[in-house]
C-alpha cells in the first residue's frame, strides 16, 4: 500500500472508532512521575543476584505505567482502552519471560487483574486476582479486587468469605478491614493465621537413636535474607499512583 494511501486508511479506521484515540497511544515514554513510580515499586527492590528474571522487569514498570495512564483517562473510554492493552502486553511478557517460582509474578497477577477491570473483563480479572493470592497470599489488593466484583455481581457471601480469609493473611489491611464491616462481617476481625514455630515442625529423635554429627558452619557463607515483598502505600480512590503525579 502507498504511503499517502495507508496514512488515509489509518486515519479513517481511527475515527471510525477501531483503532484507539491518539490520545490513547501517545508518547510511550515515562514521565519522570512515572519513573518515580516505578523506582519505588520495582527498581528499588531488585536482586542483582537474579538476573535472569529481573532483566524483564522494566516490562513490568511499563504496565504500572500504562495502568496509572488508564486510571487518569476514566471519562474517555478510548483513551482507556488503550492504555489497558498495553498495559496487558507488559504483564504478559513478564508472565511469558520470568521463571514461574519467580517472587514477583504474584505482583504481576495483581496489576493484570486491575488492568482487566478497567477494561471491563471482570471475569478474567477474577482469575488474574486469584492467581496473585495464590503466588503471594498476603496481596490484600488482590482480595480487594476479588470482593469487590463478587460484590458488584450481587455475591455478598462470597465477597464477605474472600475478605474474610484475605483478613487472616493481611491482618492490618485497612481496605479489608472497611469492606469487613461493610459486608457484614462481626467484630473482632478475623483470627490471623499465626506461623507455625520451626520447633513444632520438627520431628523430636529417639532417645535411644544415634544423632548425626553436626558440623561446624563456621565457614559456611549464611544464606541471604530474602526481603519481604512489601506494597508501597501510595495513590488515591481516583488513581492509586497519583503520588508521583504533578499537583493539580
Not at 64 to 84: E, H
Not at 142 to 171: F, M
Not at 173 to 200: F, M, N
Request: glycine share 6%; hydrophobic share 35%.
Amino acid at each position: 500500500m502507498h504511503r499517502l494511501q495507508k496514512t488515509c486508511f489509518l486515519a479513517c479506521v481511527t475515527l471510525m472508532g477501531l483503532l484507539p484515540s491518539l490520545d490513547a497511544v501517545a508518547e510511550y515514554g515515562a514521565t519522570p512521575q512515572e519513573a518515580a513510580m516505578c523506582k519505588v515499586m520495582v527498581w528499588d527492590r531488585a536482586d542483582p543476584a537474579d538476573h535472569g528474571n529481573w532483566m524483564h522487569m522494566h516490562h513490568y514498570c511499563d504496565c504500572l505505567r500504562f495502568i496509572s495512564r488508564a486510571y487518569s483517562a476514566i471519562g474517555d473510554w478510548k483513551a482507556v482502552q488503550g492504555n489497558v492493552q498495553r498495559a496487558l502486553q507488559n504483564c504478559d511478557y513478564v508472565l511469558k519471560a520470568t521463571a514461574p517460582d519467580f517472587y514477583m509474578r504474584a505482583e504481576v497477577h495483581l496489576q493484570k487483574g486491575k488492568a482487566l477491570r478497567l477494561g471491563r473483563q471482570e471475569n478474567k480479572a477474577v482469575g488474574e486476582f486469584m492467581e496473585a493470592i495464590k503466588g503471594n497470599p498476603k496481596l490484600d489488593q488482590a482480595y480487594v479486587g476479588l470482593a469487590d466484583i463478587q460484590a458488584g455481581n450481587k455475591k455478598s457471601g462470597e465477597a464477605l468469605k474472600t475478605v474474610t480469609e484475605g483478613l487472616r493473611h493481611a491482618p492490618d489491611s485497612k481496605p479489608l478491614q472497611r469492606r469487613y464491616t461493610e459486608l457484614g462481617g462481626k467484630l473482632p476481625y478475623p483470627t490471623p493465621i499465626e506461623p507455625v514455630p520451626v520447633d513444632a515442625q520438627a520431628v523430636k529423635p529417639d532417645a535411644s537413636t544415634p544423632r548425626a554429627p553436626v558440623e561446624s558452619t563456621a565457614d559456611t557463607p549464611a544464606a541471604p535474607a530474602v526481603a519481604p515483598v512489601v506494597q508501597p502505600k501510595i495513590g488515591s480512590p481516583k488513581n492509586p499512583y497519583c503520588r508521583f503525579c504533578p499537583p493539580e
